[in-house]
T-cell receptor, first 117, second 111 residues
Framework: DAGITQSPRHKVTETGTPVTLRCHQTENHRYMYWYRQDPGHGLRLIHYSYGVKDTDKGEVSDGYSVSRSKTEDFLLTLESATSSQTSVYFC????????????????FGDGTRLSIL | KQEVTQIPAALSVPEGENLVLNCSFTDSAIYNLQWFRQDPGKGLTSLLLIQSSQREQTSGRLNASLDKSSGRSTLYIAASQPGDSATYLCAVLVGAQKLVFGQGTRLTINP
């Protein structure tokens, strides 16, 4: 696989607390993505990055922020977690190393299961 | 807004059968279409990628077709096996390297 590690794999926290999820890749892919997967909604894009310090919003970005200070790391932060953010979060990479191409598939991590009580 | 639909939501067939999974999308302005497999509790594994200029791609027992003008793709699985049981997702690549996903077809192959 593309060598994507998500941490933590599971987390339970309380409403109102800040939460940070980490995605680490070893393939030097240019693009990195955060998705959430929910029953009835499928996978939806939260934020993505097209380079170090270059990020943009996806379909469901409200309540989330991201940062990418190094090519290999992409962080997703919930500033003040709410119960509606209980979900499985997936990180993905793509686009090849330092290229913008549509001929390579995205690669996914194994997900972080986040429960907010 | 691009929307991707997969029908059926679930499918159960006996081992050895050939089967077809369907995917439709509302906007033909796509860069490519990708089929993924997801096992319970796991991430997505890429199966096939079809560029917008291509009509089909094959990998082993899998064949995916793309009709961009009609907004349809099919994933054909030949000689199904119990190990093929999983959820299959299709997704289209739109601007800025973003994928829009369908909700998936949960496939069960019965021995």
């Amino acid at each position: 696989d593309a060598g994507i590690t998500q941490s933590p794999r599971h987390k339970v926290t309380e409403t109102g607390t800040p939460v940070t999820l980490r995605c680490h890749q070893t393939e030097n892919h240019r693009y990195m993505y955060w998705y959430r997967q929910d029953p009835g909604h499928g996978l939806r894009l939260i934020h993505y990055s097209y380079g170090v310090k270059d990020t943009d919003k996806g379909e469901v970005s409200d309540g989330y922020s991201v940062s990418r200070s190094k090519t290999e790391d992409f962080l997703l932060t919930l500033e003040s977690a709410t119960s509606s953010q209980t979900s499985v979060y997936f990180c993905a990479t793509g686009g090849g190393p330092l290229t913008q191409t549509s001929n390579q598939p995205q690669h996914f991590g194994d997900g972080t299961r986040l429960s907010i009580l | 807004k691009q929307e991707v639909t997969q029908i059926p939501a679930a499918l159960s067939v006996p081992e050895g059968e050939n089967l077809v999974l369907n995917c439709s999308f509302t906007d033909s302005a796509i860069y490519n279409l990708q089929w993924f497999r997801q096992d319970p509790g796991k991430g997505l594994t890429s199966l096939l990628l079809i560029q917008s200029s291509q009509r089909e791609q094959t990998s082993g027992r899998l064949n995916a077709s793309l009709d961009k003008s009609s907004g349809r793709s099919t994933l054909y699985i030949a000689a199904s096996q119990p190990g093929d049981s999983a959820t299959y997702l299709c997704a289209v690549l739109v601007g800025a390297q973003k994928l829009v996903f369908g909700q998936g077809t949960r496939l069960t192959i019965n021995p």
